[in-house]
């Protein structure tokens, strides 16, 4: 697996992704497009076999790094894609000078909530009834110490 700055070619298999999961929070392809025009704004693909397994998008706002989605393909499921992706955003994030990587997560995605403690994040807070004025988002915090690996 290999992962790399996405381009304007990957969208439609990004965005396949994205809508592939019901109830993502999902940009489809003019919001996932509309990211790799901004500055601060960061999309990296994962390959296999060169086609997309998953994606994540983060934004650099010093001194974090926060991430706005991670999704990867329901065929590639526990095969290390999106620790791969966490990984190479955590080391993107280390050399633009962030200290930290945040994000906020549905409380009941409890597979993505595994996947954010084995990489060492922490619940920091909460936002009740943020998803469709029903379910918490819980907002976690993962420090960058200096030559950390995700």
């Given at each position: 697996?290999?992962?790399?700055?996405?381009?304007?070619?990957?969208?439609?298999?990004?965005?396949?992704?994205?809508?592939s999961w019901p109830g993502y929070p999902a940009?489809?392809?003019?919001?996932?497009?509309?990211?790799?025009?901004?500055?601060?704004?960061?999309?990296?693909?994962?390959?296999?076999?060169?086609?997309?397994?998953?994606?994540?998008?983060?934004?650099?706002?010093?001194?974090?790094?926060?991430?706005?989605?991670?999704?990867?393909?329901?065929?590639?499921?526990?095969?290390?894609?999106?620790?791969?992706?966490?990984?190479?955003?955590?080391?993107?994030?280390?050399?633009?000078?962030?200290?930290?990587?945040?994000?906020?997560?549905?409380?009941?995605?409890?597979?993505?909530?595994?996947?954010?403690?084995?990489?060492?994040?922490?619940?920091?807070?909460?936002?009740?009834?943020?998803?469709?004025?029903?379910?918490?988002?819980?907002?976690?915090?993962?420090?960058?110490?200096?030559?950390?690996?995700?």
């Amino acid at each position: 697996m290999t992962v790399r700055r996405a381009f304007g070619k990957d969208i439609p298999a990004l965005a396949a992704i994205e809508a592939s999961w019901p109830g993502y929070p999902a940009w489809g392809e003019k919001g996932l497009r509309e990211e790799l025009t901004k500055p601060d704004s960061v999309t990296l693909v994962a390959e296999e076999n060169g086609a997309a397994a998953g994606f994540i998008n983060f934004w650099i706002v010093r001194p974090e790094a926060q991430i706005n989605s991670l999704a990867v393909s329901k065929d590639l499921l526990r095969r290390g894609t999106a620790r791969a992706l966490l990984g190479k955003c955590a080391e993107y994030a280390r050399k633009s000078a962030c200290s930290s990587m945040t994000l906020e997560v549905a409380e009941g995605n409890s597979a993505a909530l595994a996947l954010y403690a084995s990489a060492g994040f922490a619940v920091e807070g909460r936002r009740p009834r943020f998803y469709n004025n029903a379910e918490d988002a819980l907002l976690l915090r993962k420090a960058l110490p200096a030559g950390d690996k995700t």
